[in-house]
């Protein structure tokens, strides 16, 4: 007797096929006399059904690592559309900054030109702010647990500076 692993819309990795797909039907396997199926198989639209074997679902990251392991950086990217001459005002002429947010040097985010160009040193600012985003809102987790932990026993200075960091965390988490 098998029973579903995977559900319809899931998202599962197809090891065969080395690639991510969204399971479109589940497909069991009916023998007569019996209430359950003798097996159930996957399609996932790529050509075949596939077993549960051959299917690996999703891992959520765990909260704690999400932002624990996330290293953004910044990196600098040539500037295209000014010559180095046009723009000797600039902190580092020739180029912008990029803050890369994955482990590759691309992706993440960037400014068009022409902003960069009314105001280089804020977007250079708004460059490290973003950068160290995750770095600040680990110290954000930490005060506030500290202060959970700690109880009346904290300033009250110090109290209203943990209920500040709980604010921003909950925008952080949940938007406005």
């Known amino acids: ?6 559900h319809k819309n899931q998202r599962v990795y197809v090891r065969p096929v080395g690639t991510w ?13 019996l209430e359950e199926p003798i097996r159930v198989h996957y399609d996932c639209g790529l050509g ?20 624990a392991n996330e290293r953004w950086r910044v990196i600098r990217a040539r500037n295209k559309w000014q010559p ?3 723009c000797a005002r600039h902190p580092v002429p020739g180029t912008y900054p990029v803050v890369v947010t994955g482990q590759e040097d691309w992706g993440g985010w960037r400014v ?12 250079e600012r708004q460059a490290r702010l973003i950068a160290s985003g995750p770095a600040l809102e680990s110290l954000a987790k930490a005060l506030v647990d500290w202060a959970r932990r700690s ?7 110090l109290a209203e ?16």
């Open 48 to 67: 075949r059904e596939f077993t549960a074997e051959e299917l690996q679902q999703e891992e959520p990251i765990p909260e704690k690592l999400r932002t």
């Open 161 to 176: 500076l943990a209920h500040n960091a709980q604010d921003l965390l909950t925008v952080i988490e949940k938007g406005n």
């Open 21 to 33: 797909a969204l399971i479109e039907r589940v497909v069991p396997h009916w023998t007569k006399g």
């Open 112 to 123: 068009p030109g022409a902003e960069y160009d009314l105001n280089p040193s804020r977007i």
């Open 1 to 6: 007797m098998a029973k579903a692993a995977f």
């Open 84 to 86: 180095t001459e046009d």
């Open 151 to 157: 109880g009346e026993e904290m300033p009250h200075d």
